[in-house]
């Protein structure tokens, strides 16, 4: 473990909370000293939440170290089930609470609750957040799911959606609204909106929909061999996915495929006379596995970007990650230190990045608009209004997301553009100010876009010894954003190879007429 300013994924046991959040009539009962009592400023303020997550914390202090620890965990559990009567328990100990090895699921099992306890075994200091949403769901279905007769009509159970996860209440609404077009209704929905009664009636079932895999798939290859469902591999994230999610399905239920399609807008809109300038436009993407994964194909097949740069933070997800990259000449990114994700874009100087809200930081560092694609998200990525990320609508969805920051790209080279006239220029403050006030800068106007400033990138040729020229750096701001980053580091490369120290306008125009042939 390392301390960092930010963190991609958690400890293992949020994972855990995610799970239980996400469900009705199940109590997580966590041995964690205080300190670890996070779980209410997560789930309620960050995904706006309307009920407090179920979590009771033993919360022991340093001064009760020297002490029974486990009398206070027994005493918690039975608190909870006498205040909260759950339908069944999930047991577990934070990263902390891990040191002092008092074994939770063991005192859980002796006390002789009446309802079912689930005893989680989560390694804080090996894995992750998402792994141990995956690890408590699996756990959950292993001990209350059983087989049982199939419904008549067929039936599917969508599996994967967690609290504080991208979208996921939205995703579940498309998804449910694809089978029903098909004739197929939704048996389970789970770990989201479940309870462990849900659970228990998983088997009759026909087969399971995994719309995430970092969070289902244990559950959905146990239940596939232990109920004998079938699982579909396909996420419908994008037009093609969609269209592939659909054909999969009816293989493995016999049903004639049906997609309506009538609503699907980003075909058409991506290849309209007011989007021809997106195409090519150099993209890099990273987020978590799954949806790295969904919006590399999207980016390169359906909105034409070239895919420069892809990775995920989470290791279970890399060797799908890393093949992808392979197949697009692309080496891929795999860590959870945001400061190697940073290091990596600047170097790469894509005009978009589609990330997680880490990745919406750096570009705001780098002058580089960014979409968000994954999780981690802050509090403006649950929306009120729908916004699906699968399915038809979705696919909708990832247009105008993707778009959106392309289109305030160009505004802003617009305001540069007209930076001296009247309304336009620094010192008049924003124009959506009330009577322009004055910009609050000593100097007369804002401080440099980050993307403005001269840097030493990698790659280049004694870059830091050469020295822009006041009108040259005029002159480069004239150069849309977007591609500025690109023009700065071909005209560094010029002037190195040629001994030249201080770049002027003539210098900048040269290079741009050498690269131009």
């Known amino acids: 473990m390392k301390l960092t300013v930010w963190t991609y994924e958690g400890p293992p046991h949020v994972g855990a909370m995610r799970v239980a959040t996400g469900m009705k009539g199940l109590h997580y009962v966590l041995h964690a000293p205080q300190g670890d009592t996070?779980?209410?400023?997560?789930?309620?303020?960050?995904?706006?939440?309307?009920?407090?997550?179920?979590?009771?914390y033993t919360t022991f202090q340093a001064r009760d170290l020297g002490a029974d620890t486990a009398n206070l965990f027994k005493t918690a559990a039975q608190d909870a089930y006498n205040r909260f009567k759950p339908e069944a328990i999930i047991v577990g100990a934070s990263c902390t609470a891990e040191l002092i090895q008092d074994d939770p699921g063991g005192m859980a099992e002796t006390m002789g609750l009446p309802v079912p306890v689930i005893a989680l075994e989560l390694p804080s200091y090996q894995r992750k957040e998402n792994f141990g949403a995956d690890e408590t769901f699996y756990q959950i279905v292993k001990a209350l799911a059983k087989p049982m007769e199939r419904t008549k009509q067929i039936?599917?159970?969508?599996?994967?959606?967690?609290?504080?996860?991208?979208?996921?209440?939205?995703?579940?609404?498309?998804?449910?609204?694809?089978?029903?077009?098909?004739?197929?209704?939704?048996?389970?929905?789970?770990?989201?909106?479940?309870?462990?009664?849900?659970?228990?009636?998983?088997?009759?079932?026909?087969?399971?929909?995994?719309?995430?895999?970092?969070?289902?798939?244990?559950?959905?290859?146990?239940?596939?061999?232990?109920?004998?469902?079938?699982?579909?591999?396909?996420?419908?994230?994008?037009?093609?996915?969609?269209?592939?999610?659909?054909?999969?399905?009816?293989?493995?239920?016999?049903?004639?495929?049906?997609?309506?399609?009538?609503?699907?807008?980003l075909p058409w809109y991506s290849k309209s006379v007011d989007s021809t300038y997106l195409t090519g436009k150099r993209v890099f993407l990273f987020g978590d596995g799954t949806h790295v994964l969904s919006a590399a194909r999207v980016a390169r097949d359906e909105m034409?970007?070239?895919?420069?740069?892809?990775?995920?933070?989470?290791?279970?997800?890399?060797?799908?990650?890393?093949?992808?990259?392979?197949?697009?000449?692309?080496s891929a990114t795999i860590t959870?230190?945001?400061?190697?994700?940073?290091?990596?874009?600047?170097?790469?100087q894509p005009e978009l990045i589609l990330g997680t809200q880490m990745e919406r930081h750096i570009?705001?560092?780098?002058?580089?608009?960014?979409?968000?694609?994954?999780?981690?998200?802050?509090?403006?990525?649950?929306?009120?209004?729908?916004?699906?990320?699968?399915?038809?609508?979705?696919?909708?969805?990832?247009?105008?997301?993707?778009?959106?920051?392309?289109?305030?790209?160009?505004?802003?080279?617009?305001?540069?553009m007209f930076r001296d006239d009247f309304e336009f220029h620094d010192a008049a403050g924003p124009?959506?100010?009330?009577?322009?006030?004055?910009?609050?800068?000593?100097?007369?106007?804002?401080?440099?876009?980050?993307?403005?400033?001269?840097?030493?990138?990698?790659?280049?040729?004694?870059?830091?010894?050469?020295?822009?020229?006041?009108?040259?750096?005029?002159?480069?701001?004239?150069?849309?954003?977007?591609?500025?980053?690109?023009?700065?580091?071909?005209?560094?490369?010029?002037a190195s190879e040629r001994g030249v120290a201080q770049i002027s306008v003539d210098t900048l125009y040269e290079a741009k007429a050498h690269y131009a042939r």
């Open 155 to 265: 039936t599917a159970n969508l599996i994967g959606p967690t609290a504080l996860g991208f979208r996921h209440r939205d995703d579940i609404q498309e998804v449910t609204a694809l089978l029903s077009d098909m004739g197929i209704s939704v048996n389970v929905v789970a770990p989201m909106t479940s309870s462990p009664s849900d659970i228990a009636r998983m088997g009759a079932g026909h087969f399971n929909v995994l719309m995430y895999p970092e969070t289902g798939e244990s559950a959905a290859r146990w239940m596939e061999k232990e109920l004998d469902q079938p699982y579909t591999k396909v996420v419908p994230i994008g037009v093609g996915a969609t269209r592939d999610f659909v054909a999969e399905v009816a293989a493995l239920t016999g049903v004639t495929p049906y997609l309506d399609d009538s609503r699907l807008r």
């Open 431 to 494: 124009s959506h100010h009330g009577g322009h006030a004055p910009a609050a800068s000593g100097s007369g106007g804002p401080a440099p876009r980050p993307a403005d400033s001269p840097r030493s990138l990698p790659g280049q040729v004694n870059a830091g010894s050469v020295i822009w020229l006041d009108d040259a750096e005029r002159e480069l701001k004239k150069i849309p954003f977007f591609v500025r980053g690109k023009a700065r580091r071909n005209t560094e490369t010029f």
């Open 336 to 348: 959870d230190d945001y400061l190697e994700v940073e290091r990596t874009i600047e170097a790469l």
């Open 363 to 416: 570009g705001k560092r780098l002058g580089i608009p960014c979409a968000v694609i994954s999780a981690p998200v802050h509090v403006q990525d649950f929306p009120a209004r729908y916004s699906p990320q699968m399915g038809i609508e979705g696919a909708n969805v990832l247009f105008d997301t993707w778009v959106h920051p392309l289109v305030m790209g160009l505004e802003e080279h617009l305001l540069h």
């Open 38 to 56: 996070y779980a209410d400023l997560l789930f309620t303020m960050i995904e706006r939440r309307d009920h407090r997550p179920p979590v009771t």
């Open 304 to 330: 034409g970007f070239e895919v420069v740069g892809m990775g995920c933070f989470n290791r279970e997800m890399a060797r799908p990650v890393r093949t992808l990259a392979k197949e697009m000449g692309l």
